[in-house]
């Protein structure tokens, strides 16, 4: 039987024996109205806030921050809507990069459309790197020490542009994210995302989870002394706009996430000794972006079973510091001895794999030389029927559990399986009970 599977805005054949399809698995179908009725009435009846039209009033400066090119968040389509009411005004656009580098041309293009000529000049790209371009405001309860881009840290009247999707540490994407780390300082997402290792900090989970409060708290910081209209979307599993609300932050992120819910926590009906995780286009823009599919795939994934990530990863690595850790380490053990020594941005990433590599096996099909990826515990395929075939004749007669938009897709199954207590690596040291996660804490009910 032939099985088409997601790669690089393609399709990838495979052909295996219809006894062993298991599952195919997508985001749920949520019915979808007309973008421009969903955008105007999230417009014009937003959370908390006046409408945008009232927002805009007046002759005041307006900072607009959007996502990166590494997030489907259509903000073209959406600054296409509110062309006509913001095109005479004083604007400014600020990419929220994150740790992420600046977009290329091509990328450009694709995050303003039509209008990218016309705004060039007034488009800037958040650096967390540049020293003199963040300003320190304060320190949270966690000992984040939270710097801001000086552009937003000098904007009275802010727009920004989101969309919010499960996150594997963060619980969601959207809402404050898109300033911590969106316009946030290398030093300050660096400590935020340290938290990362905490048992709590997983995909789904906002309440507890100390990544989100974190992000929360640096962001009250500045919210309180500023106007600020958020524009936060969820989209359908074909990148189109399924749900928008505006306003306040905090009250319309909540009811994002909800939506969220609705087309990304998907039921299966059991997990599977062979997880094939797809990271779609964009998610697969490099391997630290499609490192996400991997996450979200364990959720699927029985004890001692085989992960397959399929992404083209068409921009390379995107991440040193995590393949550096991991391609050092003769272990996944060593990895949290190491990061025990020091945290450095991007151990978040090796940490959370290296879970994963305790208790299962991780194969990939990429555009990556496969040599690269086996010196960080990866198998490495270059051809993605040689992974299912080789992975069959390991696992025995299994049947294969395809995850087919596995970066931002949270499998759960209806009834918890119950595994005997066990921890799936070695603490660091006894005096880091934030390092004790057990199997259980992978799994979502």
């Known amino acids: 039987m032939k099985l088409q599977i997601p790669f690089w805005g393609e399709e990838l054949t495979v052909s295996l024996p219809k006894h062993n399809i298991g599952e195919i698995i997508f985001p749920n179908s949520v019915e979808i109205r007309p973008e421009k009725e969903i955008l105007f009435e999230a417009f014009n009846n937003p959370v908390d806030t006046g409408s945008f039209d009232d927002f805009i009033k007046g002759d005041e400066p307006i900072l607009i921050i959007i996502n990166d090119a590494t997030?489907?968040?259509?903000?073209?389509?959406?600054?296409?809507?509110?062309?006509?009411?913001?095109?005479?005004?004083d604007i400014k656009f600020l990419i929220a990069t994150g740790g992420h580098r600046a977009p290329s041309k091509d990328e450009y293009l694709e995050l303003f459309g039509n209008h990218y000529s016309e705004l060039e000049k007034n488009i800037f790209s958040h650096d967390s790197k540049n020293k003199e371009e963040n300003i320190y405001i304060g320190k949270t309860e966690n000992g984040t020490e939270v710097y801001f881009d000086k552009m937003v840290m000098n904007a009275n009247k802010i727009i920004y542009i989101t969309s919010v999707e499960p996150h594997y540490f963060a619980g969601f994407t959207g809402g404050a994210k898109s300033f911590?780390?969106?316009i946030a300082a290398h030093k300050t997402i660096e400590q935020n995302h340290e938290l990362a290792l905490k048992a709590t900090a997983k995909a789904l989970v906002i309440e507890g989870n100390p990544v989100r409060n974190d992000i929360k708290e640096a962001y009250d910081f500045i919210a309180k002394d500023k106007k600020i209209f958020s524009i936060q979307t969820v989209l359908n599993k074909d990148h189109r706009i399924y749900f928008c609300v505006c306003g306040e932050t905090h009250k319309a992120f909540k009811l994002a996430c909800e939506k969220a819910n609705d087309v990304f926590s998907v039921e299966i009906r059991e997990r599977a000794d062979i997880v094939v995780s797809v990271a779609p286009y964009p998610m697969d823009i490099d391997f630290y972006q499609s490192q996400k599919a991997i996450d979200n795939g364990k959720f699927a994934l029985n004890p001692n079973g085989i992960l397959i990530l399929v992404a083209s990863c068409r921009k390379g690595l995107g991440g040193k510091s995590f393949f550096k850790l991991l391609s050092e380490s003769r272990n996944p053990d060593e990895v949290?001895?190491?990061?025990?020594?020091?945290?450095?941005?991007?151990?978040?990433?090796?940490?959370?794999m290296a879970e994963i590599m305790k208790w299962a096996s991780i194969w990939?099909?990429?555009?990556?030389?496969?040599?690269?990826?086996?010196?960080?515990?990866?198998?490495g395929f270059g051809d993605l029927q040689e992974a299912i075939d080789a992975s069959l004749k390991e696992k025995g007669n299994e049947k294969i559990l395809f995850l087919m938009d596995g970066s931002l897709t949270v499998p759960r199954i209806a009834h918890r399986i119950l595994h005997k207590r066990k921890f799936i690596y070695a603490p660091v040291t006894d005096k880091n009970p934030k390092n004790h996660i057990?199997?259980?804490?992978?799994?979502?009910?």
Do not use: M, V
């Not at 990556?368 to 198998?379: A, Q, R, S």
């Open 180 to 182: 911590l780390p969106g």
């Open 71 to 89: 997030r489907p968040t259509p903000n073209a389509r959406i600054i296409d809507l509110f062309w006509n009411k913001i095109k005479d005004k």
């Open 438 to 445: 057990k199997l259980d804490d992978l799994f979502i009910d």
């Open 336 to 352: 949290f001895n190491k990061i025990a020594q020091g945290f450095k941005l991007g151990y978040h990433k090796a940490a959370k």
């Open 364 to 379: 990939a099909y990429t555009k990556l030389e496969p040599e690269l990826l086996n010196h960080i515990f990866i198998k």
